[in-house]
């Protein structure tokens, strides 16, 4: 199927753990995104990559890691969970820069917990 | 202070009623100006799309941007229950790559 799908769709983790999602789209968009989303906050860059290899921080990048080997994914990876961490993640993908007509296309998000 | 300032609401109107949103931001580099709409527990999705200044109409949705006074808003004229989501503005600058910055989002609840 078409489109840019993240899994898990929840996951429940304990503090210190290592825990990546994962985030696919099937349109070979050069542009991709990490956001965070919590209340009072809205949504908050993490990492975003323009293309394969390159990579830049967003907002709030500590605790973050990410990696684009390939064009259609763009996981992320919590290198030692905190309860800070606990959010909904959203992924998002774009042909190009922001002046597309289309804009860029956000995933269902991953809701993640750390007990 | 945020880059983006929206009002998070809960707004709650009637339907029929005209429903405005709107934005502050006061980085003078943003070019690009979008609205989103947000169902609850899904991803946010375009709604609106705008580049500089001036107004865009679509169907009953209408963004107005003023660049002079750094001010975005979205216009839902006869809105309906099926409006009610959060409604989340998104800027861009021209000199940053591909970043968006949302502001907070706005709850909307349009009651029959």
């Known amino acids: 199927d078409a489109g840019i799908t993240q899994s898990p769709r929840y996951k429940i983790t304990e503090t210190g753990r290592q825990v990546t999602l994962m985030c696919h789209q099937t349109?070979?968009?050069?542009?991709m995104f990490w956001y965070r989303q919590d209340l009072g906050h809205g949504l908050r860059l993490i990492y975003y990559s323009a293309a394969a290899d390159i990579t830049d921080k967003g907002e709030v990048p500590d605790g973050y890691v990410v990696s684009r080997s390939k064009t259609e994914n763009f996981p992320l990876t919590l290198e030692s969970a905190t309860r800070s961490q606990t959010s909904v993640y959203f992924c998002?993908?774009?042909?190009?820069?922001?002046?597309?007509?289309?804009?860029?296309?956000f995933g269902s998000g991953t809701r993640l917990t750390v007990v | 202070q945020k880059e983006v300032e929206q009002d998070p609401g809960p707004l709650s109107v009637p339907e029929g009623a005209i429903v405005s949103l709107n934005c502050t931001y006061s980085n003078s580099a943003f070019q690009y100006f979008m609205w989103y709409r947000q169902y609850s527990r899904k991803g946010p999705e375009l709604l609106m799309y705008t580049y500089s200044s001036g107004n865009k109409e679509d169907g009953r949705f209408t963004a107005q941007v003023d660049k002079s006074s750094k001010y975005i808003s979205l216009f839902i004229r006869d809105s309906q229950p099926s409006d009610s989501a959060t409604y989340l503005c998104a800027m861009s600058p021209y000199n940053q790559g591909g970043k968006l910055i949302f502001g907070q989002g706005t709850e909307l609840s349009v009651k029959p």
């Open positions: 998002a993908s774009g042909a190009a820069r922001p002046g597309a007509v289309d804009g860029y296309t």
């Open positions: 349109w070979s968009h050069s542009y």
